[in-house]
């Protein structure tokens, strides 16, 4: 099957050969010299040139269980966090310090838009109660980028700290969280790095991290501290999910090889194919085209042709795509172009789009 959702996505067969690697115990030295391998690998790709003022913790657990882990450890008592929402993401990120009470009002705007600087600078200023401010890299539910420089600008020089989730962002586009001063980025494993899910990540800074060692723990599973001295021994203090940490390294040596620009470019490539293929088409993109990002498009449903059948229809021909979230459910369906996909399978694709969309409207 062809996975064109935003992960899990489809992996090379080395990373799926990866999964059988022998049995091993997580307390020995083999899985231990593994974990620091990932973390240095970590660092190389995404804090290039600045990996001795970062730290990557490891996580088992999805990407929501790293951007939770960064949202519970990251204040002190008796501070709060505001959050930038703009899709569902950014929703659930106001739904996690919400469930805390921890949050000041959320900075909303429309799915569509990016956040306006400005409006959180002025926010800022009103609330010195504010310690940390969360925002989504890219908002998975439309495929939107967020202009993380100029809000990292105002969060740093307002002096706060900036927790991004850049779950469905990391290997798909561009950033520069160590030029940012970007304090904790959460990721994954299994979107764009092309591995499996089940691992996660945040990418710490050294010198928050001694502050966050005074902060109250919210929770015993997902308190980045706790990971955090044992990892640097190559000890985690839970049971990791090994084989999943295999195919994980060995994404990060493919992507590594392929160059981070290389895989930005590839992804590009791709989603300006099934772009431009689809326009022809008249189908319409739901975003302009100068917030859209490298690895997802969200498209409003053709006329006549409701999501289900849709869907349906193109995954009797082996393609899985995806629907929209929240308020864009019934209007919108979406294709990523994340993972190890050839140009072949694209064109596919598109062939058996152009067929369903054919036959709908020869029905009409
Ligand atoms: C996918 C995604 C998550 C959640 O990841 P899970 O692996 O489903 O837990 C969080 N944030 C963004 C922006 C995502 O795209």
């Known amino acids: 099957m062809i996975l064109l959702n935003p992960g899990p996505v489809n992996v090379s067969e080395r990373v799926r050969q990866a999964l059988l690697r022998p049995d091993i115990c997580h307390r020995e030295s083999e899985f231990s010299d593994m974990l620091l391998r990932i973390q240095q690998k970590l660092l190389t790709a995404f804090v290039p040139g600045a990996e ?12 929501t269980a790293a951007v939770e882990s960064a949202v519970m450890s990251c204040l002190p008592l008796g501070k709060r966090m505001l959050v930038l929402n703009n899709g569902v993401y950014g929703e659930r990120l106001s739904n996690m310090i919400g469930l805390q009470r921890l949050g000041v009002s959320e900075l909303k705007s429309d799915w569509h838009m990016r956040p306006d600087p400005e409006r959180l600078r002025l926010a ?10 969360s ?7 439309t495929g939107l980028i967020n202009p993380v420089k100029e809000i990292a600008e105002v969060v740093d020089s307002l002096n706060r700290v900036f927790v991004l989730d850049s779950v469905s962002g990391l290997a798909g586009e561009p950033i520069d969280i160590a030029g940012s001063h970007i304090y904790m980025v959460a990721g994954t494993a299994g979107k764009c790095i092309q591995g499996f899910p089940g691992v996660s990540f945040v990418l ?17 599973y997902l308190t980045l ?4 001295d044992e990892q640097g021994r190559g000890i985690v203090p839970f049971t ?15 992507l590594l090889e392929e160059g981070l620009t290389n895989r930005f470019q590839r992804y590009r490539r791709m989603a300006s194919k099934i772009r431009e293929r689809m326009a022809g088409m008249g189908v319409q993109p739901f975003l302009p085209a100068d917030v859209q990002s490298n690895t997802i498009t969200a498209f409003h449903l053709p006329a006549g042709l409701n999501y289900a059948t849709l869907h349906d229809q193109l995954k009797a021909r082996g393609y899985v795509i995806y629907a929209g979230q929240g308020q864009l459910e019934s209007k919108v369906f979406r294709v990523a172009n994340m993972g190890a996909l050839t140009d072949g399978q694209i064109d596919g694709f598109l062939g058996a789009f152009e067929e369903v969309l054919a036959g709908a409207t020869a029905r009409a």
């Not at 710490?204 to 015993?220: A, C, I, N, T, V």
């Not at 501290?225 to 955090?228: C, E, K, L, N």
């Not at 990791?240 to 493919?254: G, H, I, K, R, S």
């Open 135 to 141: 925002m989504v890299h890219h908002e998975t539910t």
């Open 240 to 254: 990791p999910a090994v084989q999943v940490y295999y195919a994980f390294e060995e994404a990060l040596d493919e």
């Open 204 to 220: 710490l800074r050294k010198g928050f991290l001694e502050q966050m060692r005074k902060y109250p723990k919210r929770s015993w």
């Open 225 to 228: 501290t706790h990971y955090v």
């Open 124 to 133: 800022l200023r009103q609330h010195p109660e504010v310690h940390a401010v």
């Open 52 to 63: 001795s003022e970062y730290v990557a913790v490891i996580l088992t657990g999805s990407g």
